[in-house]
C-alpha cells in the first residue's frame, strides 16, 4: 500500500465566483494537466501552513483568508495523495506562474482550459453549488406570499430553493412544486425537493433532499444531480459521503424558533463536525445572510435558511 501524502490545496476565489488554476509544467507527472495550486504538506507543518508557504513559492502572494473547504483521497499510479482543500477568498499581490507553464481563471460551469488532473475532478462540481439555500414555509406564511418572497430572492440573485412543506396537503403541495419548479427554471435555479414528501423510493430523477431517517436507510445514492441531506451528527454525515452525496445541511448552529429549548451545536461543533469530509457541508438553524464569513471561516460552504433567506 502507498504512502498517504498530505496536499494543501487552494481554490482561489474572486468575488465573480472564478477561480484560478494552474497547468502543470512539463517535467512533472500529468504534464499539461491543470490543477489548483498548492502542494505538500512538509513535517512539522499544518495543511493551512503548507498552504500559505506553497501559494508564496508558486504564486507569489500572501493570503489574508483561507477557509477550510472539503478533503478527498485519490490514488495515482505514483501517490496516493490526501488533499486539503482551502477557500482563499483574500490575498495581496498579483499571481505570477512560478512553477507552472500558465496560470488561468476560469468558471466551474463553463471551464474554458483542460484537461484536469483527476483528483481535482470532483472539485468542479462542488464549486457549482450555491452558497445559499432558500428553503420554503408556505404552509405557514401561505403560498402567494411565498412565491411572492421567492420572485424577489430570485431577482436578488437566489439561485438554489429546498421545497419543504411537510405540512401542506399533498395535491396543494404538488401544485406550489409546480410553481417553484417554473420559477427557478426561469433564471438557472437549482429547485432541491424534500424525498420525504414525495414518497419514500427515492429512485425517482430530479434534485432530491433526504431527511436524516431516509438517508440512513439507503444503500446507495439516488438517481439525480443533485442530491443532498439534512444531518445531525457525524455518522450521518459519513453516511452521506458514503454514499456520494453532494452535499449535506448540519444543524441547528443557533438557537432557532422551529428548535425552541433545544441545545444548538454552535459555530465550534460544527467546524469539528464537518472536519475531513469529501462533500459541501452548509450551515443551517438560526442563521442570516450576516452570517457569511463566520459560517466560511468554520468551514461551510454556505447556509441553508428558512426565514432569512425570504427577509
Known amino acids: 500500500m502507498k504512502k498517504i501524502t498530505h496536499v494543501a490545496a487552494a481554490v482561489i476565489t474572486r468575488p465573480d465566483g472564478s477561480f484560478l488554476l494552474g497547468q502543470r509544467a512539463p517535467d512533472t507527472f500529468y504534464p499539461g494537466y491543470w490543477e489548483f495550486p498548492g502542494g505538500k504538506v512538509e513535517a512539522g507543518e499544518t495543511p ?28 495515482y ?37 483542460g484537461p484536469m488532473l483527476p483528483a481535482n475532478g470532483p472539485i468542479l462540481k462542488a464549486l457549482r453549488l450555491p452558497r445559499v439555500m432558500g428553503v420554503t414555509q408556505a404552509a405557514q406564511v401561505g403560498v402567494k406570499q411565498q412565491l411572492d418572497a421567492l420572485e424577489r430572492a430570485l431577482a436578488n440573485g437566489l439561485r438554489w430553493v429546498q421545497v419543504r412543506e411537510p405540512d401542506m396537503p399533498e395535491e396543494p403541495r404538488a401544485a406550489f412544486i409546480r410553481e417553484v419548479q417554473a420559477r427557478c427554471a426561469k433564471v438557472g435555479a437549482i429547485c432541491s ?13 430530479g434534485n432530491l433532499h433526504l431527511p436524516a431517517r431516509l438517508l440512513m436507510q439507503l444503500d446507495t445514492r439516488p438517481d439525480g444531480e443533485w442530491i443532498g441531506a439534512s444531518c445531525h451528527t457525524r455518522a450521518e454525515l ?6 456520494g452525496l453532494d452535499y449535506a445541511l448540519l444543524g441547528h448552529v443557533q438557537q432557532t424558533p422551529s428548535h425552541a429549548g433545544q441545545p444548538d451545536l454552535g459555530w465550534a461543533r460544527f467546524n469539528e463536525l464537518t472536519a475531513d469530509l469529501p462533500m459541501p457541508v452548509l450551515a443551517i438553524g438560526g442563521l ?18 428558512i426565514r432569512g433567506a425570504w427577509a
Open 48 to 75: 493551512r501552513e503548507a498552504l500559505l508557504r506553497e501559494l508564496r513559492e508558486e504564486l507569489a502572494i500572501e493570503v489574508e483568508v483561507a477557509n477550510p473547504w472539503l478533503t478527498r483521497e485519490h490514488v
Open 77 to 113: 499510479e505514483h501517490a496516493h495523495v490526501h488533499l486539503h482543500f482551502f477557500e482563499v477568498t483574500q490575498w495581496r499581490g498579483e499571481a505570477k506562474a512560478h512553477v507552472h507553464s500558465a496560470l488561468a481563471w476560469q468558471q466551474a460551469d463553463a471551464l474554458e482550459v
Open 193 to 205: 425537493l424534500n424525498a420525504a414528501e414525495i414518497g419514500s423510493g427515492c429512485g425517482s430523477s
Open 238 to 243: 459519513e453516511k452521506a459521503a458514503g454514499l
Open 288 to 305: 442570516g445572510p450576516n452570517d457569511m464569513a463566520i459560517a466560511r471561516a468554520h468551514g461551510a460552504h454556505g447556509m441553508a435558511m
